[in-house]
């Protein structure tokens, strides 16, 4: 009678353990990316898009109504005030 | 001779073991993925705060004109409520506290540093959350938004209008 070879069983455990801790490995950089994924979880009005709204921005529009009806008068210092609020 | 070569039984059951540990362990991985995926709310609060300001910004100007509610003959008008005058519903049973706070400056284009009116509605403290929202560690206090723009009274008067909001509502937009 033989008995089954032990070196045959150490190199299969050293396979298990290594092949285990690929895994560990894999799940943790997989749950790492969920985190990530999970923080990019934010809406912004960038992401809202309908056809008639694309590309306009309300504030700009009104203050180019307001241009138009003042006949673009003091329009340079206007613009410069508005670009340093909004900056 | 037949030689018969017997089974290691003790190997066979530490390997099944062995194996249902790594079930495990991938069954636990996937549920962690999962759970923090879906376990964080969408923040939806940038996108409530800009809305905000536009839908204020077309209470208080529409088509380059000030609402004649809010400045009539070049007098403003202190009574000028933006809840009630806007029609925003900012006050919900969920909440104790206001979670939203607005706040409309008008400006003369010859002093842009000091409003010469101003209308604000909601929970003030928020506003002190402003300052610090881009540090990530408080991302659970309030967002905040502000946006300027131009407009003309029905006496042409020129003003420019600077709309401030921010919006709470922590719990249900960040994982706390």
Redesign the interface.
């Known amino acids: ?4 070879n032990n070196k045959g ?1 150490v190199g ?1 455990t050293m396979s ?1 353990v290594v ?2 801790l690929i ?2 490995g894999i ?2 950089a ?2 790492y990316i ?2 990530l ?3 990019l ?5 960038a ?2 898009h309908t056809e008639s709204e694309q590309g306009v921005d ?3 529009e ?2 180019v ?6 006949n673009n ?2 329009k340079q ?2 613009d410069q ?2 670009g ?3 900056a | 001779m037949l030689k018969k070569i017997l089974p290691n039984k003790r190997g066979d059951k530490i390997i099944s073991v062995y194996w249902f540990a790594v079930l495990i362990i991938v069954a636990g991985g996937i549920f962690g993925m999962v759970y923090v995926f879906y376990g964080t709310p969408y923040d939806i609060r940038e996108l409530e705060v800009n809305l905000l300001i536009n839908k204020i910004a077309d209470c208080v100007s529409y088509a380059g004109r000030i609402n004649s509610n809010v400045v009539s003959e070049g007098v403003f008008n202190k009574d000028f409520n933006l809840s009630n005058d806007c029609n925003l519903i900012l006050t919900t049973d969920e909440w104790e506290e206001v979670q939203y706070y607005t706040k409309v400056d008008f400006y003369n284009i010859n002093n842009a540093n000091t409003p010469i009116f101003t209308l604000a509605n909601g929970n003030s403290n928020l506003l002190t959350n402003c300052e610090i929202q881009e540090d990530k560690e408080y991302s659970k206090l309030a967002k905040c938004a502000d946006g300027s723009f131009y407009s003309l009274d029905s006496l042409d008067n020129q003003y420019i209008i600077k709309i401030l909001t921010s919006v709470r509502k922590a719990e249900k937009n960040v994982k706390v």
Do not use: C, G, P, Y
Not at chain 1, 1 to 4: C, E, I, P, Y
Not at chain 1, 41 to 45: D, G, M, N, R, V
């Open positions: 009678m033989l008995r089954s069983q299969e298990w092949a285990t895994i560990i799940l943790i997989f749950i969920s985190v994924m999970a923080d979880k934010k809406i912004s009005l992401d809202i309300i504030l700009s009104k203050t109504l307001a241009h138009t009806l003042a008068k003091d210092q206007i005030i508005l340093e609020k909004n």
